[in-house]
Structure formats: structure tokens, C-alpha cells
């Protein structure tokens, strides 16, 4: 089923025809729950990786302060909720919740997390490495400095290349339970998008200012930047303000991917036509986050990779 983004309520490059110049496209990725296979585009899904390469582990060291589990109970956890939708728990099914948890001990080190596989051809505004067809997007499923937030690793290849796919993925005994991505299929759709507002020239944030006076923050909540997954188009700075990321090589860092905390806010302006049947009793846990990933206190986090090589590291930002 495809998925599709209601029309913008006002066409604001008509209101402001200088903004026109600065639309540029992005790729809603809209997960939803499914079984992906190793070469399919997925959130959650099974990577298309080689039997004969080393899974990564996490070599960065960790904060230790967060809600700590095994990955085992948490998907346990999330199989009772899910099949209890709607009804009471059954007493075995309260007994397993009660249940004592295990001991998560966080000096486990940590084998790195599946997140993510984008193949070129279902994402048309992911640009790769020549010859790659495929991002790989894996993550340490713990907290880590600056920010809180799980580490990011990222893995171009040639799917070609790949003709002994690892049939057993490595994943991690402990984490954090919001880093746990839910299998998801994606429903890819482009987008066009606008600067974040604090970026635009003074004089035409001042006129945009003045005109959504009474439209309550419309630009910046329903006309610049998609809510949920995407690949490219602009970042929001929804909490330090903008603050370009800089490669080590001085040029200044492009959206890659934004990770998101829900694909669709309390606005609704941003949900899919195909999503807004109501009355209808809906899915757990969340209709509107199917990868039931949560960063912060429902943030994102914008991954940014250096236009002049890809070989350069990735900078990451949570907002
Ligand atoms: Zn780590
Ligand atoms: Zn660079």
C-alpha cells in the first residue's frame, strides 16, 4: 500500500515566491509493520550482510544510567502487549509481566543492533558512494557520550558483492528498551520541503513571522520539514537552534537520515491519507510509531554525512 502525504494547507511558495528557489525534495521512508528479508528495504529488518565479515560491537564507552533490559524481555514484553490488545491480560500473561527481571548487567559489551537497510532504488533522494546500492544503518543500543543517544554506524555496499548472506544476525544482550526497532516495511514517498525557519534570510523569517501570526507556528509545523523517517531533504534544530555540523575536512555536513521518535505528531498534518481511517480500534502500541523507537523524550536524531567523500565520518545530531 502506498502512502501519501495530504496536500500542504497553503502553497507557501506562492505566498512567497522567494522560498520557491529553496524547495528541495526528501524521502518519507513511512514504516510500517512487516516482515522484511534481507533484500528488502526495512526498519528493524534482517541486513543483507556477508557471511564471512565480522559483526561490528561497540567499542565507545557507555553511559550507564538509563532503563536497562535484555533484548529477550523486551520482546517478550512487547508480544504480550501486542497479542493482550483490547482485552485483559490473561493470568499467565500478568504472571510473565510481574515476572522478576532477569539481570541486565550494562558492562555487557555490546554487539551492534540492525536499525536499518535503504536500497537505492526505493529511496530516490539516497545518494551513495559509486557502485553501492544499499545503506546499512546498524546501532549500539545504549547511551553514549554527548547527547544520550545510541551510536550510529553506517555500511555502503554493493548488494551484488553480497552471495553468502549471514543467516544468523548477532544482536546485543542488553540495551536500552526504546533503541529496539520493530520490523517494518517501508512505503517510500518524496516530499518537498523547505529550510528550517531560524536558517531563512532575516527579512523573510520576519514576513513569514508576520503572516502565520495567526496561524500558530504554521511554517514551521506544517510547510518546512516532514515529521517521521526520512532520507535528505532539510534538518530541524527544534532544540539547540541551528548548528551546522562541520567535517573535520571544513565542509559543512548534509542530511543524510532523520531517526524518528513518531511518524506523525498531535497535529496530524503530517499522517498519510491511507492511516487516517477512524473509529477503528487501533494496532499497539502506536499507530503512529510503528518502529517503537523513542530518542529523548520523543526527538530525532538527524544523521549527517560529508558531501566531499563518503569516507569521511558521519556527524549526528538530536533535536
Ligand atoms: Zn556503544
Ligand atoms: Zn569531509
Redesign the pocket.
Known sequence: MTRTTPPRPVDIAAVFPEIAPLARTATRLHPRPGTPDVRSSSIGGPLLWPSDEPWPVCEEPHENEGDFTRLDSERRRRHIFSAAWGRAFTPAERAELDRDEEFADPDTPTTMLAVAQLFLRDVPDLVGPPGADVLQILWCPRDHDPFYCPAVMLRWRRSADVTDVLSEQPEPVVMEYEYLPEPCVLHPEQVVEYPYDEVLADDLRERIRMWEESGEDRYYRELAIADGWKVGGYAGWYLSGPVPLV?????EMELLVKIASGEWGGAEIWRPQEDAEEGELPEPPSRSNPPQITIGRGYSLWVFT?P??FK?PHGVSMQ
Open positions: 567535517c573535520e575536512c571544513g565542509a560529508c566531499a567523500s569521511h
